[in-house]
C-alpha cells in the first residue's frame, strides 16, 4: 500500500456521475430553451404578421398561421396572402385632415433630434465630467453631491415645471424642446467622471510638460483614452431619444411654425416615431387601425434599433448593465 | 529633498515610518506638481492665464446652465407649486416664469384667501383616482418585481454554468432590452386580442384578456408578463456581470467538499451575489412604480388604461400626467407623493439589507 491513496471512483459511480451530468445539461438547456422561446415569441410573430395581408390575417387562426411554416412558402407562391402592402400603407398614407400622417417625417425627425441631443449631451457632459474629475476648485465636492442627489428625484416632477416653461418661452412643437430641455443628463457626467479618474496623473504632468493646457489635454488625451466610454454614452442617449415618448407628446404634439426647416411652412409634424406609433394607429379615424399594419408600424421602430445592437451589442451590454435606464 | 523632509514629524519613529511608507496619491501629486512648478515658472509668469478653478467653470457653464434651469429649478418650483391650492398663471401667460406666479400666489395668500399649505396633498390623498392609481401600481410592482428577480436569478445561474451557446442565449435573452416599449407592447395586444395567438395557442377560444370588457385580472395577467418580458434582459446582464466577479475557488473548494448545487446556488452564489441583488432590487422597485407607457401601449392608445373608464389600470405617474394640464398644482402633489414612496423603498431596502449584503 502506497503511503497516499489515490481514490478512484467505480465505473458505476463514473456512471451515475455522468447521468447526473446530462440529466442537468438537459435540465438547464431545457430551462433556458423554454425562456428563450417566450422571449422571441413575440419578436417572430410581429415579423410574420407585418407580412401577412389584412384580410387573411383577420380570417385565419393565429396559431395556424404562427406554427404551419410550410404553408408560409405554398401562401406566398399560391395566394398574395404575403404582402409587403402593410409597410408601404405606413409609409404612404395621407390622412384627411391635412396633418400629413406620414412615418418618413417621424423618421427624419427622430434622427435629427437623436442625432443633435446626442452631441449635445456628449459636449456638455464630457466638459462637465472634465471639470469634476481633472480639476480642482471651491465647492467641487457640494455640487457633485447635490447633483447625485437629483438623480433620486422622479423625472415626472421636472416634467411639470420643465412643461410649462417650454410654453412660457415660447418652445412649444419647436426641436429645441426636444433637444435640450432633458440633454444634459447627471448621470453621463457621473458615469464619465469615473472614467476620467481612471487616468493616471502622470499622463497630465507629461502632457504639461509638453506645453499642453487644460483643453488641449482634454481634447488630445482624455477624450482619446475614455473613447469606448464616449460611445457607451453615444449609443444610450441615441436609444432614449430614439424610443422617447412622454416628453414629445406633451410639448410636440403639433405642427412645425417655423419654416426654417427644407422649407415647409405647414403642417410639419413635429411626432417622434414612438408617438406616431401610438397615436395613430389606435385613432380609428385615420384609418390605420388594422392589426397587421399597426405591426409593420411597430416593426419599422424596432428594425433600427436591432440593426443597432448587432453593431455595438458590446458597448451596449456594457453600459447598460451600469445604468439601469431605459429610455 | 525627500518627501520626509517638507513636513517635520514630532518623533523619530514616526518620521522614520513616513519616510519609508507609501506616498500617497495627494502627496505624489502634490510633490510632482511643485517640481513642475519650479520647472514651468518662467514660463507660467510670461503670459496671462486662467487659474485651474477658472478653467473647471468654464467647462462646468453649458451643463449647468441647462441642469439649472431644467433640473434644479423644476425641483424647486414643483415643490413649491405642491403646496399651493388652485395654482394657476397669475402673472399672466407667456410673460413670465412660473416662479414669478408661485411668489405672487404667496402674496395673495397674505392678503386674501389661505392658498398655502397641504390642501393639494389632501385633494390627492382623498381622491379615490389616486388612491386607485396607488393601488394599481403597488399590485403591479408586487407582483412584478419579485417574480423578475428570481426568473431573472435562474435563467442568470442556469446561463453562466453553460458553455456551449452561451452568447447566443445572453444576446437572445438581451433582445427585449433594446426594443421600443411601445412597439412591442402594441405587437403584446395583438398576441392577447381576442382571435389573437395567445388564445390560439392554449386552445382559449375566444376570451377576452384586454379588450373594455376584459376582466380586471386578466387585463392584470397581461401587464405582469409583459412587465416579466420586458424587464428580464436587465436583470440578467447585471447578474451575469456579477456572477463573472465571483472568484472560482468557492466553487471548486465547494465542489471538493461534494456540495450540492442547490446548496452552492444558497450558500455561495446568491450570498456573493447580494450586492447586484439590492441594486436590481432597489432600481426595479422604482422603475416599476413609474410605469407609464408600458400599461398604455398593452390598452392601445395615449391615457388609455385599459377598461371602459380607460383609467381600470391607471399608475401613478398615468395620474400626474393626466393633470398636468388641468391642475399642475394636484399632478406636483402626486410627483411628491411618488418622490416619497421611492425614498421610502430606498431606505428599507438599505436598512433590510445592511445585514444581508456581502460587500
Given amino acids: 500500500m502506497a503511503a497516499h491513496e489515490t481514490y478512484f471512483a467505480t465505473t458505476k459511480q463514473l456512471r451515475i456521475y455522468k447521468a447526473k451530468q446530462i440529466l442537468h445539461n438537459v435540465l438547464v438547456y431545457g430551462f433556458l430553451t423554454l425562456v428563450g422561446i417566450f422571449i422571441v415569441i413575440p419578436f417572430l410573430y410581429m415579423i410574420i404578421a407585418s407580412f401577412r395581408n389584412p384580410t387573411a390575417f383577420d380570417q385565419e387562426d393565429a396559431f395556424h398561421m404562427f406554427v404551419l411554416f410550410p404553408n408560409w412558402w405554398n401562401d406566398s407562391l399560391l395566394q398574395p396572402n404575403y404582402t409587403l402592402d402593410n409597410y408601404i400603407t405606413v409609409f404612404t398614407y395621407r390622412g384627411a385632415s391635412g396633418h400629413s400622417i406620414n412615418f418618413g417625417l417621424y423618421y427624419a425627425n427622430t434622427l435629427f433630434v437623436s442625432a443633435v441631443s446626442t452631441i449635445f449631451t456628449i459636449a456638455t457632459s464630457v466638459l462637465a465630467a472634465f471639470a469634476f474629475a481633472r480639476c480642482e476648485f471651491k465647492g467641487k465636492n457640494l455640487l457633485f453631491t447635490i447633483l447625485l442627489a437629483t438623480m433620486m428625484i422622479p423625472g415626472e416632477m421636472m416634467v411639470i415645471t420643465n412643461y410649462q416653461t417650454v410654453k412660457i418661452i415660447g418652445w412649444e412643437n419647436t426641436y429645441s424642446a426636444l433637444i435640450f430641455v432633458h440633454g444634459v443628463s447627471v448621470f453621463y457626467i457621473f458615469y464619465l467622471r469615473q472614467t476620467f479618474q481612471q487616468i493616471p496623473n502622470e499622463l497630465f504632468l507629461a502632457a504639461k510638460v509638453d506645453g499642453y493646457g487644460h483643453f488641449r489635454y482634454l481634447w488630445r488625451v482624455m477624450i482619446p483614452i475614455a473613447s469606448p466610454t464616449i460611445l457607451t454614452i453615444a449609443i444610450l442617449s441615441l436609444m432614449g431619444a430614439w424610443n422617447a415618448y412622454v416628453w414629445p407628446n406633451l410639448v410636440a404634439s403639433g405642427t412645425y411654425k417655423n419654416s426654417w426647416m427644407f422649407g415647409m411652412n405647414e403642417g410639419w409634424s413635429m411626432w417622434l416615431v414612438s408617438n406616431g406609433l401610438m397615436n395613430l394607429f389606435s385613432n380609428t379615424d385615420t384609418g390605420l387601425d388594422h392589426q397587421t399594419v399597426r405591426i409593420a408600424g411597430s416593426v419599422i421602430v424596432t428594425a433600427p434599433l436591432f440593426l443597432f445592437f448587432l453593431i455595438f451589442r458590446k458597448y451596449i451590454m456594457r453600459g447598460i448593465s451600469r445604468s439601469g435606464i431605459k429610455g | ?359
Avoid: C
Avoid at chain 2, 454554468?161 to 427585449?176: A, D
Avoid at chain 2, 416579466?228 to 471538493?256: C, E, P
Avoid at chain 2, 414612496?341 to 436598512?351: D, F, N, P, R
Fill in chain 2, 1 to 359: 529633498m525627500s518627501l520626509a523632509a517638507t513636513s517635520p514629524r514630532a518623533n523619530f519613529k514616526e518620521n522614520i515610518r513616513y519616510a519609508f511608507s507609501r506616498p500617497t496619491p495627494a502627496m505624489e501629486r502634490e510633490h510632482e506638481e511643485m517640481v513642475l512648478r519650479s520647472t514651468l515658472s518662467v514660463k507660467r509668469a510670461s503670459r496671462f492665464r486662467v487659474g485651474e478653478a477658472g478653467k473647471a467653470w468654464i467647462a462646468l457653464i453649458p451643463a449647468l446652465i441647462f441642469l439649472t434651469f431644467f433640473m434644479i429649478y423644476p425641483i424647486i418650483n414643483s415643490f413649491l407649486m405642491s403646496f399651493f391650492e388652485k395654482f394657476t398663471f397669475v402673472g399672466g401667460t407667456n410673460t413670465s416664469f412660473v416662479i414669478t406666479n408661485v411668489i405672487a400666489a404667496l402674496q395673495n395668500s397674505r392678503v386674501k384667501d389661505p392658498v398655502f399649505g397641504f390642501g393639494n396633498y389632501v385633494n390627492v390623498l382623498n381622491d379615490n383616482l389616486f388612491t386607485k392609481a396607488l393601488g394599481n401600481t403597488a399590485l403591479m410592482v408586487v407582483f412584478s418585481v419579485p417574480l423578475t428577480i428570481i426568473i431573472g436569478l435562474l435563467i442568470a445561474v442556469a446561463l453562466y454554468s453553460i458553455k456551449p451557446l452561451q452568447g447566443f442565449f445572453q444576446t437572445v435573452f438581451f433582445l427585449p432590452y433594446v426594443t421600443n416599449t411601445i412597439a412591442l407592447g402594441m405587437v403584446f395586444q395583438t398576441i392577447f386580442s381576442r382571435g389573437g395567438l395567445f388564445n390560439a395557442m392554449f386552445g382559449l377560444g375566444d376570451v377576452a384578456w384586454i379588450d373594455v370588457t376584459a376582466n380586471r385580472w386578466s387585463m392584470f395577467f397581461v401587464l405582469v408578463v409583459y412587465a416579466i418580458w420586458n424587464g428580464l434582459a436587465f436583470k440578467i446582464l447585471v447578474f451575469m456581470s456579477g456572477l463573472a466577479s465571483i472568484d472560482r475557488q468557492y466553487y471548486d473548494a465547494a465542489r471538493i467538499d461534494g456540495a450540492k448545487r442547490s446548496t452552492i446556488l444558497r450558500r455561495i452564489t446568491i450570498p456573493l451575489l447580494s450586492p447586484q441583488i439590492l441594486y436590481i432590487t432597489i432600481t426595479s422597485f422604482i422603475g416599476a412604480f413609474k410605469a407609464y407607457t408600458e400599461v398604455m401601449s398593452i390598452f392601445g392608445g395615449n391615457n388609455d388604461f385599459g377598461g371602459t373608464t380607460k383609467q381600470e389600470w391607471i399608475t401613478v405617474v398615468g395620474y400626474i400626467y393626466t393633470y398636468i394640464d388641468s391642475a399642475p398644482d394636484r399632478a406636483a402633489a402626486g410627483s411628491m407623493v411618488l418622490l416619497v414612496i421611492i425614498l421610502l423603498i430606498t431606505l428599507v431596502q438599505m436598512v433590510v439589507s445592511k445585514k444581508r449584503v456581502h460587500y
